[in-house]
T-cell receptor
Framework: DAKTTQPNSMESNEEEPVHLPCNHS???????IHWYRQLPSQGPEYVIH???SNVNNRMASLAIAEDRKSSTLILHRATLRDAAVYYC????????FGAGTRLTVKP | EAQVTQNPRYLITVTGKKLTVTCSQN?????MSWYRQDPGLGLRQIYY???????DKGDVPEGYKVSRKEKRNFPLILESPSPNQTSLYFC????????????FGSGTQLSVL
């Protein structure tokens, strides 16, 4: 079983912010939280990762709860090209992706 | 260009005919892994390798073999493919393990008849 729990699907309107949640209640102190996304007919691509502090990059922001048992990927202004399956994983030897969250972006 | 290259992109074969899917990376990465993706099941790890000559089983290793004789290559071997191995396969690599992002190949769609 995946070590993370995500909603199966979410919807957003174009140019609005999107908050994708992830629960990882069994996280250990050395587990990095990684997010990847998979566009249709493509391999997964890296989005962002972090350990304890919130992280920002050109694609997104990652907000990590103080107890590290949950995190949220934030897309500040969703575009149609952001429609994808988003995976939250704990970076370990046997990385388990789970089914991810399918994000639909409506024009 | 930094990349993970898988070949072939598509493969149709018959039950029992040995096949190899190749994976190569040009980034001097230590960590490499194989995943299969099936509808509704997400990505499941088959095997991973921490470095040359070091490999270990993931979640679904049955029916697969791997080898890591050199750093850049990590082939996936199906000695006797069966229809339940029909799937989309991805190879991935990273510089090391924990604090490094994974780079994925474009995938290999395998059909076993």
């Amino acid at each position: 079983d995946a070590k993370t729990t995500q909603p199966n699907s979410m919807e957003s309107n174009e140019e609005e912010p999107v908050h994708l949640p992830c629960n990882h209640s069994t996280i250990s102190g050395t587990d990095y939280i990684h997010w990847y996304r998979q566009l249709p007919s493509q391999g997964p691509e890296y989005v962002i990762h972090g350990l304890t502090s919130n992280v920002n990059n050109r694609m997104a922001s990652l907000a990590i709860a103080e107890d590290r048992k949950s995190s949220t990927l934030i897309l500040h202004r969703a575009t149609l090209r952001d429609a994808a399956v988003y995976y939250c994983i704990l970076r370990d030897l046997d990385m388990r992706f789970g089914a991810g969250t399918r994000l639909t972006v409506k024009p | 260009e930094a990349q993970v290259t898988q070949n072939p992109r598509y493969l149709i074969t018959v039950t029992g005919k040995k096949l190899t899917v190749t994976c190569s990376q040009n980034m001097n990465h230590e960590y490499m892994s194989w995943y299969r993706q099936d509808p509704g099941l997400g990505l499941r790890q088959i095997y991973y390798s921490m470095n040359v000559e070091v490999t270990d089983k993931g979640d679904v290793p049955e029916g697969y073999k791997v080898s890591r004789k050199e750093k850049r290559n990590f082939p996936l071997i199906l000695e006797s493919p069966s229809p339940n191995q029909t799937s989309l396969y991805f190879c991935a690599s990273s510089l090391r393990l924990y604090n490094e992002k994974l780079f994925f190949g474009s995938g290999t769609q395998l059909s076993v008849l």
